[in-house]
């Protein structure tokens, strides 16, 4: 199976000034496409991944995740270190079925992190997929 995905640099996560968030981005530079993304905490060479995520429009999706307070507390309240998120934008092939491949990227991603010894927020999703080419 040949799956492709276009990773773009990192988008640092900023303290909010506002009163109702905790972080925010520049925005203007999560590609509106499907893809999976990952945020991560940053230390010297280091990146560790925090939360392993897939969505249809990135954009879309993770303005979201910058409104749930639960979501960046728990980023917030992780060791030391800057906060980013990475995006991968999927470039399907003919006949590959978007959302099953995104999945299927996205828990392979988790899979790959948990082996790795990393401790994700999302690490109790579901670790079934499969993605028809």
């Given amino acids: 199976m040949d799956l492709h995905v276009t990773w773009h640099k990192p988008v640092e ?9 905790i972080y925010e ?14 945020f991560i ?10 939360y392993v995520g897939k969505a249809k429009n990135l954009k879309s ?12 507390k728990g980023i917030q309240k992780e060791a030391i270190g800057s906060r ?4 991968g934008v ?5 006949g590959q079925q978007v959302e099953k491949c995104i999945s299927l990227i996205e828990r392979a991603l988790i899979r790959h992190f948990l082996s790795d010894g990393h401790n994700l ?10 993605c028809s080419l």
């Fill in 13 to 21: 996560l900023r303290e909010s000034s506002a009163d109702d968030l």
């Fill in 25 to 38: 981005i520049d925005l203007d530079r999560v590609p509106e496409k499907a893809g999976v993304y990952v």
């Fill in 41 to 50: 905490r940053k230390f010297g060479r280091n990146q560790n991944p925090l």
């Fill in 61 to 72: 999706r993770v303005r979201t995740h910058l409104n749930s307070v639960k979501m960046m």
């Fill in 84 to 87: 980013a998120v990475v995006f």
């Fill in 90 to 94: 999927f470039v399907p092939k003919p």
């Fill in 121 to 130: 927020l999302n690490s109790s999703v579901r670790l079934k997929s499969s």
